[in-house]
Nanobody, 119 residues
Framework: QVQLVESGGGLVQPGGSLRLSCAASGIGFSFYAMGWYRQAPGKQRELVAT???????NYADSVKGRFAISRDNAKNTVYLQMNSLKPEDTAVYYC?????????????WGQGTEVTVSS
């Protein structure tokens, strides 16, 4: 059974930092591209950051220079370090695991962790 379990969300003041974690089980973690997405109230889910199996990263323009995605294959965990947080970063953050195989795409999502940036 595949599980992606996010943690680390919470309430933080503007300018503060949080570190999100996503622990994966039931997949060959090192073969998967991993990503963080977010969905704010009343808005569509959007990409925040991704990291390929080889370690190449990609960021949404809105978080470049403030957020950093990383992965620890030994721990089957992907992280999102979020600095200089803004109220507009408030959202539910979701972890994603994605891999293209010969028979199609394997795509898995976590349940989400809520981040609220407010004074």
């Amino acid at each position: 059974q595949v599980q992606l379990v996010e943690s680390g969300g919470g309430l933080v003041q503007p300018g503060g930092s949080l570190r999100l974690s996503c622990a994966a089980s039931g997949i060959g973690f090192s073969f998967y591209a991993m990503g963080w997405y977010r969905q704010a109230p009343g808005k569509q889910r959007e990409l925040v950051a991704t990291i390929t199996a080889g370690g190449t990263t990609n960021y949404a323009d809105s978080v470049k220079g403030r957020f950093a995605i990383s992965r620890d294959n030994a721990k089957n965990t992907v992280y999102l370090q979020m600095n200089s947080l803004k109220p507009e970063d408030t959202a539910v953050y979701y972890c994603n695991a994605n891999r293209v195989v010969s028979t199609g795409t394997r795509d898995y999502w976590g349940q989400g962790t809520e981040v609220t940036v407010s004074s």
